[in-house]
């Protein structure tokens, strides 16, 4: 904890972790070619591909919700004594890694959308215990519960991104989903910050479940989507 390695030194120790996870991933992991790609004209590159705006509206609904989570826990904490708030981030992490152990056959499945708004519609009903949460046994319940529907949507919406489009563009894929996700994060703790001030924790959490249950909905038009024929790679 903090008390042990102090501020600078958790950073010290996470700088090293990535640098040693860098050099494993350049030295351990085969290099695979792909062919040179395509050039897309810049308004093609700056438009979201019409096979991935359902899913894309999806994982930035997710992002709005898993983001209310990650970024004003440390703030409930304060206001409602949760302290040390570090456990609930430490439920959070050993839950999401069981989670993925134990699912990861899920996102194999032909129909790999049925997971998806049962995935999202856990992390609803976690937010709606964050909005509740006066005690640590709803707090650390909350926190697994958004563990697993984390650990079951992250995934999915990622190879739901790589379904719908080219072989030859799986990077583009990903790096839509990333762009989704992020933006979801980024403009929904903007958007709840002023829902946070005026009207609370459980305001601005009822809200974040809200968006969840949107993403449920927008799940469905995912399913209906029809995912783009692979092309083998050139």
């Not at 989670?99 to 032909?110: S, V, Y």
Request: aromatic share 8%; proline share 6%.
């Amino acid at each position: 904890g903090l008390g042990v390695l102090t501020l600078q030194g958790a950073f010290w120790l996470c700088g090293g972790l990535a640098l040693v996870a860098g050099i494993v991933v350049w030295t351990a992991i085969p290099n695979e070619r792909t062919g040179p790609g395509r050039r897309l004209p810049l308004a093609q590159v700056l438009t979201p591909p019409a096979a991935l705006r359902a899913t894309m509206l999806t994982t930035a609904l997710f992002g709005i919700s898993f983001g209310a989570f990650y970024a004003f826990l440390p703030l409930m904490a304060e206001r409602r004594g949760f302290d040390p708030v570090g456990l609930a981030y430490t439920v959070y992490g050993g839950s999401i890694i069981v989670t993925r152990l134990l699912t990861a056959n899920l996102l194999d499945r032909p129909d790999r959308t049925r997971v998806l708004a049962p995935a999202l519609l856990v992390t609803s009903v976690s937010l709606l215990g964050f909005a509740l949460a006066q005690n640590w046994a709803l707090l650390l319940a909350s926190a697994a519960l958004m563990a697993v529907g984390a650990g079951i949507a992250h995934p999915a919406l990622i190879t739901l991104c790589v379904d719908r489009m080219p072989a030859d563009e799986r990077g583009r894929a990903t790096a839509s989903f990333y762009l989704s996700f992020d933006l979801g994060i980024g403009m929904g703790n903007w958007l709840l910050g002023p829902v946070l001030g005026a009207t609370g924790l459980m305001g601005m959490y009822l809200l974040a479940a809200g968006h969840g249950l949107a993403g449920v909905a927008a799940a469905r038009w995912v399913a209906g989507a029809v995912p783009s024929l692979q092309v083998p790679p050139h």
